[in-house]
Each structure stands twice: as structure tokens, then as C-alpha cells.
């Protein structure tokens, strides 16, 4: 993360243990933003932002208000599989994101969890 919380506090000698908030972005692989994928115009929307970092996940198989199942079993030959992306930071930083989320998701879904995170400290431009 790139700001320390209030609660951050060294853990087994060289870790430190920071709270923060856990975005994750349900969306399908096809859905997009302006001639862009939809996870893609997150991730970016996100980097412009400053957050800590945002990744993408593709999903095997999944439903969602369509009700149709999508899936990556060859017989099936899905173009829409689910994607998640994920980002964490400070609590204070990802709400003040959701706004430019809400935005763009459509039929999408958000969610927020509270996270405990770990890393290392100085490799600040290493997380």
C-alpha cells in the first residue's frame, strides 16, 4: 500500500501488517468501456488514481444476472468467462475509488472486504 495506515505495525521482526479495504470487480471477459475491455478501463482507472496495485483474474466457469452459465470446457467455447479484478488499499483511498467504479460496471458487481495486509518494508516500488 502506499500510505501507512494509523494501524500499521511491525510483525515477526521484518514484515509490516497494514488494515486496508479489498475492492474485487465482478464483471464477463466481454463487457467493455469505450472500445476497451471493462477490466482493463478498472485497472487503469485505478493506476490514474494512485492505488497500491489492481490485478485481473479470468474465471473457468460462472454465472452471474444473466443466469447463463459461462465456462471454459472446451465443448462450451465461452466468450464471456467471469473476470474479477482486485485492488487493495487504505480504506479511505478505494472509497474515494468507487465512484469512478460505479461509472463504468453496468451490470457488474462490487465488493469490499476488510484485509489485513503484509509486506516488506522499503520495497515501496516492489508491491
Not at 15 to 36: A, C, I, K, N, P
Not at 89 to 97: G, K, L, M, P, V
Not at 110 to 117: I, Q, R, S, T, Y
Request: hydrophobic content about 40%; some cysteine.
Amino acid at each position: 500500500m502506499t500510505r501507512k495506515s494509523h494501524e500499521t505495525h511491525k510483525a515477526e521482526g521484518t514484515r509490516v501488517t497494514e488494515r486496508g479495504l479489498r475492492l474485487t470487480v465482478l464483471v464477463g471477459e466481454s463487457d467493455g468501456w469505450h472500445h476497451r475491455p471493462l477490466y482493463a478501463e478498472i485497472v487503469h482507472r485505478a493506476h490514474r488514481a494512485g492505488l497500491a496495485g489492481a490485478s485481473v483474474f479470468r474465471g473457468i466457469e460462472g454465472f452471474g444476472a444473466s443466469s447463463v452459465i459461462h465456462t471454459q470446457r472446451l465443448l462450451s467455447l465461452s466468450e464471456d468467462l467471469p473476470v474479477a479484478v482486485v485492488i487493495v488499499d487504505t480504506e479511505e483511498r478505494i472509497r474515494a475509488f468507487l465512484p469512478l467504479v460505479d461509472e463504468v460496471i453496468g451490470d457488474g458487481v462490487a465488493l469490499l472486504d476488510a484485509c489485513e495486509v503484509i509486506h516488506r518494508p522499503g520495497r515501496e516500488g516492489n508491491r
